[in-house]
């Protein structure tokens, strides 16, 4: 079966430190990823998103990037976060959006301070 | 482009109430619908889904139908307990593509006992 690693769970940095979230899926393959941030108290912001290794759609131009070094393998990083970068960061994959939706994972909880 | 719309909450019921969320669509072609829900502090989660027109999706005593004629997907449940407390998203998939999803900007439910 399929199944989507996320971590860390929680992390609280510093203003102007470095990210690196990682999300990792199991049991597929040649998935589509999606990296989505969840500010609090509000909907679903979607960030990046890729069809395929190397591929990156950039959906909001902000102090983020996204990397996806393997088939499986989805890297959200930060050369150096602001305090609005604080938020609920969800990773989530698909194969057949119109069939099965996404999965996501359990959501790294970011504060910046 | 496509989109969805729900009701915004918070929504606050007593336990064994009945639920329904409001929720409608704006699309050019034959997207697929979704609930999700997220627990508190958790990832999402698919709750239902409905592929076609007039389909009913359903899940733990929650039910939604596929309304072409009215674009809807009303999420409803007849009688919610405190552990159904959680927000609630629907989703479409975007017809020009398989790989994307619209969210609604999320519903806030509380049951209390």
């Known amino acids: 079966s399929q199944t989507i690693h996320q971590w860390p769970a929680t992390l609280v940095q510093p203003v102007g430190s470095p990210l690196s979230l990682e999300c990792t899926v199991e049991g597929t393959s040649n998935p589509n990823l999606y990296w989505y941030r969840q500010a609090a108290g509000r909907g679903l912001q979607l960030l990046f998103y890729s069809v395929g290794i190397g591929q990156i759609s950039s959906e909001v131009p902000q102090n983020l990037s996204a990397s996806r070094p393997q088939d499986r393998q989805f890297i959200l990083s930060s050369k150096k976060l602001l305090l609005s970068d604080s938020g609920f960061y969800l990773c989530?994959?698909?194969?057949?959006?119109?069939?099965?939706?996404?999965?996501f994972g359990s959501g790294t909880r970011l504060t910046v301070v | 482009g496509d989109s969805v719309t729900q009701m915004e909450g918070p929504v606050t019921l007593s336990e064994e109430a009945f639920l329904t969320i409001n929720c409608t669509y704006t699309?050019?072609?034959?997207?697929?619908l979704f609930w999700y829900v997220q627990y508190p502090g958790e990832g999402l989660q698919l709750l239902l889904k409905?592929?076609?027109?007039?389909d009913k999706g359903s899940n733990k005593g929650f039910e939604a139908t596929y309304r072409k004629e009215t674009t809807s997907f009303h999420l409803e449940k007849g009688s919610v307990q405190v552990s159904d407390s959680a927000v609630y998203f629907c989703?479409?998939?975007?017809?020009?593509?398989?790989?994307?999803?619209?969210f609604g900007a999320g519903t806030t439910v509380t049951v209390r006992a």
């Open positions: 989530a994959w698909s194969v057949r959006v119109l069939a099965y939706g996404y999965t």
């Open positions: 989703a479409l998939s975007e017809g020009s593509n398989d790989y994307k999803l619209s």
């Open positions: 699309a050019t072609g034959y997207p697929s």
């Open positions: 409905a592929t076609k027109a007039d």
